[in-house]
């Protein structure tokens, strides 16, 4: 009788990590915030869902006081829709101040080693209510809540955002403090904290904290050139940078190079986006412009800064001449030069002429008068500025920019006309990439 052979039997439970994920925003508008955010997404090949877009906000003025309650009610609302997905990884985050510098993989990845189910981002303020900072676990790291980012499973958001009430204007990051303080929730959802900036960097007083880096390889492409956020005091590469609070201007020179935008190998990426050709476009259709020419002071060669004007290649009767000077010097120069082009320009108009006007009155007058005509564009050339060469406005036009300034530096010398950055009192501050922009070494 043939020996029974003895077979070990093994049971072995797999855990399956969700490989799904999807980005949920809230957003009411397409602001340029937005836009820049949208654009991360896209570079990332991330899914994405905007609630509340053409909507009216009625989360309060979260810029300067608690609110943002409806995005709550809007998370609600779309998680119903989603509730029973329970493999289905929900990032959400802010929009007008974020940018998304990862692809899924990464965001998963990052997600997953927490052991959560749901994981928020943290900061070093606790707000909006800072007698509940004695209340929050202690933390190596940043110990205090924040709701501009936050990720987890589909099913335990719905649970989350659907444990208490919450109106509109109430403010959405009390909301989520009070229910992570309670141990109940936090243990029963598997609620943590990003405390190392793992997945999340909030900015705010954490400037100091943050540093560019960029993708290093043999052969560097637009395909493998990237920027990315080191945070030195935690060694870690953060993927979802928020601008919150006051680190607004931060990140808006972060977002220069984040997302593919710049490297140092090939240049500025982002900048062959979104441009278009006008020669696709009938001359009749060009777009509108105001063309406003300032004299703040006599001007030597002013009658070359007028010639220089008329050579500029664009047609004429798609440009409207606003004329403002605050000096009598010129005024028989500009007289005749608006007597010559009259017929020739789509209108020339003298805008109020004082000595006694102020600069910012005159700033502001050819915006209203931008308005008022209807323009498309606007141009602001002052008299001690030279446009040489021909094809700069329709340059700019094609580069399809809501805003493009110019820089002017002082040969070997580090003053140009204009400010890395500021203080939180407004004035001058030198950025961390002043010295490489006037450079040259950054463009």
């Given at each position: 009788?043939?020996?029974?052979?003895?077979i070990?039997?093994?049971?072995?439970?797999?855990?399956?990590?969700?490989?799904?994920?999807?980005?949920?925003t809230?957003?009411?508008?397409?602001?340029d915030?937005?836009q820049?955010?949208?654009?991360?997404?896209?570079?990332?090949?991330?899914?994405?869902?905007?609630?509340?877009?053409?909507?009216?906000?009625?989360?309060?003025?979260v810029?300067?006081?608690?609110?943002g309650?409806?995005?709550?009610?809007?998370?609600?609302?779309?998680?119903?829709?989603?509730?029973?997905?329970?493999d289905?990884?929900?990032?959400?985050?802010?929009?007008?101040?974020?940018?998304?510098?990862?692809?899924?993989?990464?965001?998963?990845?990052?997600?997953?080693?927490?052991?959560?189910?749901?994981v928020?981002?943290?900061?070093?303020?606790?707000?909006?209510?800072?007698?509940?900072?004695?209340?929050?676990?202690?933390?190596n790291?940043?110990?205090?809540?924040?709701?501009?980012?936050?990720?987890?499973?589909?099913?335990?958001?719905?649970?989350?955002?659907?444990?208490?009430?919450?109106?509109?204007d109430?403010?959405?990051?009390?909301?989520?403090?009070?229910?992570?303080?309670?141990?109940?929730?936090?243990?029963?959802?598997?609620?943590?904290?990003?405390?190392?900036?793992?997945?999340?960097?909030?900015?705010?007083?954490?400037?100091?904290?943050?540093?560019?880096?960029?993708t290093?390889?043999?052969?560097?492409?637009?395909?493998?050139?990237?920027?990315?956020?080191?945070?030195?005091?935690?060694?870690?590469?953060?993927?979802?940078?928020?601008?919150?609070?006051?680190?607004?201007?931060?990140?808006?020179?972060?977002?220069?190079?984040?997302?593919?935008?710049?490297?140092?190998a090939?240049?500025?990426?982002?900048?062959?986006?979104?441009?278009?050709?006008?020669?696709?476009?009938?001359?009749?259709s060009?777009?509108?412009?105001?063309?406003?020419?300032?004299?703040?002071?006599?001007?030597?060669?002013?009658?070359?800064?007028?010639?220089?004007?008329?050579?500029i290649d664009?047609?004429?009767?798609?440009?409207?001449?606003?004329?403002?000077?605050?000096?009598?010097?010129?005024?028989?120069?500009?007289?005749?030069?608006?007597?010559?082009?009259?017929?020739?320009?789509?209108?020339?108009?003298?805008?109020?002429?004082?000595?006694?006007?102020?600069?910012?009155?005159?700033?502001?007058?050819?915006?209203?008068?931008?308005?008022?005509?209807?323009c498309?564009?606007?141009f602001?050339?002052?008299?001690?500025?030279?446009?040489?060469?021909?094809?700069?406005?329709r340059?700019?036009?094609?580069?399809?920019?809501?805003?493009?300034?110019?820089?002017?530096?002082r040969?070997?010398?580090?003053?140009?006309?204009?400010?890395g950055?500021?203080?939180?009192?407004?004035?001058?501050?030198?950025?961390?990439?002043?010295?490489?922009?006037?450079?040259?070494?950054?463009?």
């Amino acid at each position: 009788m043939p020996k029974l052979k003895r077979i070990a039997c093994f049971l072995i439970r797999f855990s399956s990590l969700a490989k799904d994920l999807l980005l949920v925003t809230v957003a009411t508008q397409s602001t340029d915030g937005f836009q820049r955010f949208n654009r991360s997404v896209n570079i990332y090949g991330l899914k994405l869902n905007v609630l509340g877009l053409n909507q009216p906000w009625k989360g309060g003025d979260v810029a300067r006081k608690p609110g943002g309650g409806q995005k709550i009610i809007l998370l609600r609302e779309f998680l119903e829709t989603i509730r029973d997905q329970n493999d289905l990884v929900i990032l959400f985050t802010d929009s007008y101040d974020v940018i998304i510098n990862g692809d899924r993989k990464d965001i998963l990845k990052k997600f997953h080693s927490f052991d959560a189910r749901i994981v928020f981002s943290a900061e070093k303020y606790c707000w909006p209510d800072s007698s509940l900072a004695s209340k929050y676990p202690k933390s190596n790291g940043k110990r205090y809540l924040n709701s501009g980012g936050f990720i987890g499973y589909a099913n335990d958001l719905y649970e989350l955002v659907n444990a208490d009430r919450i109106r509109n204007d109430d403010d959405d990051q009390l909301y989520y403090t009070r229910l992570y303080l309670d141990p109940k929730y936090r243990d029963q959802l598997r609620i943590k904290l990003d405390t190392n900036s793992l997945l999340f960097q909030n900015l705010n007083g954490e400037i100091q904290d943050v540093e560019l880096r960029f993708t290093q390889a043999q052969t560097i492409d637009r395909k493998n050139a990237d920027a990315f956020l080191f945070n030195k005091a935690f060694q870690s590469d953060p993927i979802i940078v928020h601008g919150n609070g006051a680190s607004k201007i931060p990140l808006n020179s972060l977002g220069n190079y984040l997302a593919k935008s710049w490297h140092p190998a090939i240049g500025c990426i982002s900048c062959d986006e979104s441009t278009f050709s006008l020669e696709s476009i009938d001359v009749t259709s060009w777009p509108h412009v105001l063309l406003a020419l300032t004299i703040l002071k006599p001007t030597p060669f002013f009658a070359e800064f007028l010639e220089y004007l008329t050579e500029i290649d664009y047609p004429k009767e798609r440009i409207t001449l606003f004329i403002q000077s605050r000096t009598d010097y010129h005024s028989t120069q500009i007289e005749d030069f608006m007597d010559d082009f009259k017929l020739i320009y789509r209108d020339v108009i003298q805008g109020e002429h004082s000595p006694k006007s102020e600069e910012w009155q005159m700033r502001n007058a050819y915006l209203d008068e931008c308005l008022l005509v209807n323009c498309d564009y606007l141009f602001v050339v002052d008299s001690d500025a030279r446009i040489i060469n021909p094809n700069t406005l329709r340059n700019l036009i094609e580069t399809n920019r809501s805003i493009i300034a110019p820089m002017l530096v002082r040969p070997k010398q580090f003053w140009s006309n204009f400010w890395g950055t500021i203080t939180d009192d407004g004035y001058y501050s030198r950025s961390h990439d002043y010295l490489q922009i006037i450079k040259n070494e950054r463009r």
